[in-house]
């Protein structure tokens, strides 16, 4: 049994052991609730928008002399100058099909809207945001229809808001049939906005779609209603799909082509610095996920250095005791003891420290975590994430003493023969 | 003496070079590592006006009624007020200064041929706004309430914006086409957009900076029907469309803030708040007024795990600490022979104190450099990494962070030192000089 010296010869050490010991507790305690924020933020970015994103962009332009007023000629006049537009991009030879929207997943700006089933339900409906686009919103976001029809040209209304439109037809994400039509048979079942008692009918599934607000509550994620409507105001959007390949050069002519059409209209230049101008949609997931990924990065920094400080902390630790006992190691080789029982030795030693360093440092890993879940307002840890936490100390341990522990069992026996 | 025991130390640290390049780097790393999250914290939910903060407050008013309360989370009023509320607060003064706020985009037409137009995005603020938060001019000032109650065509710009319409120079008293009216400009401000928009976070969202344009008057403002570019929330959607139904109705969409000097004045307003509100309102009143830090801790703009960052560093620093201090431990206890031989020649306890701190000293100084370094580098990194909305606020390497850094690597070499010496210092000469 090899375990009785070692605990002997670490009673000499009590205070070095102690410490490192408590290095390890405390860079597991600390890793284990980094991963713990990392990963969910990680999970979160990765969520499929439902949309096919390559080669999609997003103009938001305003019109300096849009007519003002709601008067059914004013609105006609308005929407006669964002069909001219869209009419205008479609035409382009890079571009593959474009649609009036008016918010995209993670755009963080929209339209929220209390859903029921029954007519003039105000309370308990179910929170869902609108997405607004025309016959071609389907093909160019690229979203995948899973039940029903697409929306047609007829489906296809106009006018200043989402409540004068109320559109007889709607399309709904799968999550948000579930939810409201639990029986699954949501297609061609009508619903209602915010208490209104005009029915909109669900003529069409989409298999999903991330609504515009990434820090959402997770339970909404998925509730998008799309409209077939364009929204007639001094500003609009557009969703335009490129021609594979072809977005840089799309988003270039898609720009000329619309000041070309009506030069008394802003498209800002756009930049890191704003979401109004013409973006791919590239730029509004980086924009749209820019904390979350900011803070993912730094954490993994953190949890490196972490984990590089301690291994090398145990790694010049051990390297110093084998220094130590160059010549005990020399009368135990002298007296028969292997090259492996030496590297043994030292790999057992630092396995009962680590051991010793993870059973309080799991302790603390759930106590900072239950602190921190009331501080802010974190998840709780999946007990995996200590196991694995654990399992990775161990390993880097043995790792980190790997080099120095070789180096011991390579002292020759002639040491111990050596007056010092 | 000290030389002496300075080449001692010297000596031992080039002894074991690696050993001594890992207490180093470990120090400075966990100084470095804390410094930077924390100042990025303490710059992006700092203080944005420590002169001023604790005189701003921000009231809020329910003015939906209880029938909103789950929609509007809690007992809590709505973040913003709606027009009709503000506008009563406004006439009624009842502050030394007070400003409605409201984030808007209008259009300038440049008069340069080839040119396009573009948005001016900015605010919508009473003129007491300007001496409320000691905004700073370049040239001329802000406007007056005569101004105000006239709705008068006058503009406020940014030194950008004057830079990009008048190509700079002293611009009060020149013109220029906000969508499509001549507006008169009365004051170029000075570079001041250099913090978030703490006076309309609710609307316009934290920790962001962006361009601003224009400062228009409040009251021209709504005249001119500019509609609000920020968050807007309803109870009930406004009964008719555009936004004359959007100002006649209980939508709320304005950021509201209020000087009060002394704590009589703020008891007063309180109490002007709730005769306000049960005036007004069918319900009982419900209203808060909160000083400005109050109102953006309510708020929480930072994200939970930005806000942990300072701790994951203070974390990694105690690590490093803990490091260090195995090593120094290791390394003082391993010369307990040459610390016996001291000893036993007759070198009082206090020698050894004054040998080992010295050692201790050395490489808290070195640790202290690589920490300012290491610091240096993460704070830069910080500037490539983030983005550009909110580098403005991204703390630089300044003379005030590195006094911080500098205090942070000495105590933190201290903490690490303090053990060890003491060990090294009560080493019992008899067992060592026996035992060799």
């Known amino acids: 049994m090899i375990l009785p010296p070692i605990l002997a010869a670490l009673r000499k050490h009590k205070a070095g052991a102690f410490l490192i010991g408590l290095q390890i507790a405390l860079t597991l305690a600390i890793v284990c609730n980094l991963i713990a924020i990392i990963g969910p933020l990680a999970q979160l970015m990765q969520r499929p928008t439902g949309l096919a994103e390559h080669d999609l962009f997003l103009i938001e332009q305003r019109y300096v002399d849009a007519p003002a007023g709601h008067d059914p000629a004013t609105l006609a006049k308005l929407d006669a100058m964002q069909l001219t537009d869209i009419a205008a991009l479609r035409a382009l030879p890079d571009v593959q099909d474009a649609t009036p929207v008016t918010s995209l997943p993670l755009l963080r700006s929209g339209y929220s809207r209390g859903i029921s089933t029954q007519p003039a339900q105000v309370h308990g409906t179910t929170q869902a945001r609108i997405f607004h686009g025309d016959q071609q919103m389907l093909a160019t976001l690229g979203l995948q229809r899973v039940a029903g029809r697409d929306f047609n040209a007829t489906d296809v209304r106009h006018g200043a808001n989402d409540d004068s439109i109320a559109a007889p037809t709607v399309m709904v994400t799968r999550a948000l049939a579930e939810r409201l039509f639990p029986h699954g048979d949501g297609l061609g079942k009508p619903i209602y906005f915010n208490g209104s008692s005009v029915p909109s009918t669900i003529v069409g599934i989409v298999a999903r779609m991330l609504t515009d607000n990434p820090d959402g509550e997770k339970s909404l994620a998925w509730n998008a209603v799309l409209v077939p409507a364009r929204i007639d105001a001094a500003t609009t959007m557009y969703a335009v799909r490129a021609k594979p390949g072809r977005l840089q050069q799309a988003m270039q002519a898609a720009r000329e082509a619309l000041f070309k059409v009506d030069p008394m209209r802003v498209i800002q230049p756009g930049g890191r610095y704003e979401m109004q101008g013409i973006h791919s949609f590239a730029q509004i997931r980086t924009w749209g996920y820019l904390a979350d990924r900011f803070i993912v990065q730094i954490m993994t920094t953190i949890c490196v250095i972490l984990l590089a400080v301690t291994a090398i902390g145990m790694a010049g630790l051990t390297s110093f005791w084998v220094g130590q006992r160059h010549k005990q190691i020399g009368i135990r080789r002298a007296l028969g003891a292997t090259r492996a029982n030496i590297l043994h030795y030292f790999q057992i030693e630092n396995l009962v420290i680590a051991g010793g360093g993870c059973a309080v440092g799991v302790v603390l890993a759930i106590g900072i975590n239950l602190a921190l879940l009331k501080a802010f307002q974190m998840e709780r840890m999946p007990v995996w994430y200590v196991i694995i936490g654990v399992l990775v100390i161990l390993a880097l341990g043995q790792l980190a003493v790997f080099v120095p522990a070789r180096r011991a069992s390579s002292v020759p026996p002639v040491v111990a023969t050596r007056s010092v | 003496m000290f030389g002496y025991y300075l080449d001692l130390a010297l000596r031992s640290l080039r002894r074991s070079p690696g050993l001594t390049a890992l207490m180093v780097l470990s120090i400075g790393v966990g100084v470095a590592l804390a410094m930077t999250t924390w100042s990025l914290v303490h710059s992006l939910a700092g203080n944005p006006v420590p002169q001023k903060s604790t005189r701003l407050f921000v009231p809020t008013i329910d003015v939906w009624g209880p029938d909103a309360r789950s929609k509007a989370g809690g007992n809590e009023p709505p973040s913003l007020l709606d027009y009709a509320t503000a506008q009563a607060l406004l006439r009624d003064g009842r502050a030394t200064y ?64 004057n830079d990009q319409v008048f190509g700079g120079g002293n611009s009060v008293g020149k013109s220029f086409a906000i969508n499509g009216r001549d507006f008169r400009v009365v004051g170029v401000l000075a570079n001041w957009n250099t913090q978030f928009a703490y006076y309309d976070v609710p609307a316009y969202g934290g920790y962001m900076v962006q361009p601003i344009g224009v400062f228009l008057p409040f009251t021209t403002a709504v005249a001119m029907r500019l509609p609000p570019d920020g968050s807007t929330g309803c109870f009930k959607e406004p009964a008719q469309p555009g936004f004359d139904g959007f100002m006649k109705s209980s939508c709320v969409w304005i950021s509201y803030v209020a000087e009060l000097d002394t704590p009589a004045a703020v008891q007063r307003y309180k109490e002007y708040l709730q005769n306000f509100a049960s005036q007004r309102f069918a319900w009982p009143p419900n209203v808060r007024l909160r000083n400005l830090m109050g109102w953006l801790d309510y708020l929480q703009v930072l994200p939970s795990g930005v806000r942990m960052l300072p701790l994951a560093g203070v974390g990694l620093l105690i690590v490093c600490l803990v490091d260090t201090i195995g090593l120094m431990l290791a390394r003082f206890l391993r010369r307990s022979g040459e610390i016996g031989v001291r000893r036993a020649l007759g070198a009082p306890r206090r020698a050894i104190y004054a040998q080992f701190m010295t050692e201790g000293a050395l490489i808290g100084v070195a640790g202290g450099i690589a920490g300012v370094c290491f610091t240096a580098l993460g704070v830069w990194w910080l500037r490539v990494k983030l983005p550009e909305s909110w580098t403005a ?44």
Not at chain 2, 138 to 145: L, N
């Open chain 2, 98 to 161: 007070q400003s409605a706020t409201y984030w808007i985009s209008p259009t300038v037409v440049p008069s340069t041929p080839g040119t396009h137009p573009f948005n001016a995005s900015g605010f919508a603020v009473t003129g007491q706004f300007f001496p409320m938060l000691d905004v700073p001019f370049k040239y001329g000032s802000g406007w007056s309430d005569a101004n105000e109650a006239d709705r008068a065509q006058v503009v406020v710009i940014s030194s950008e914006l």
């Open chain 2, 393 to 436: 606020m991204v703390p630089r390497m300044d003379a005030s962070l590195l006094a911080i850094t500098v205090a942070a690597a000495i105590v933190a070499t201290l903490l690490a030192a303090v053990y060890p010496i003491w060990r090294a210092a009560h080493v019992q000469p008899a067992i060592q000089v026996k035992t060799h």
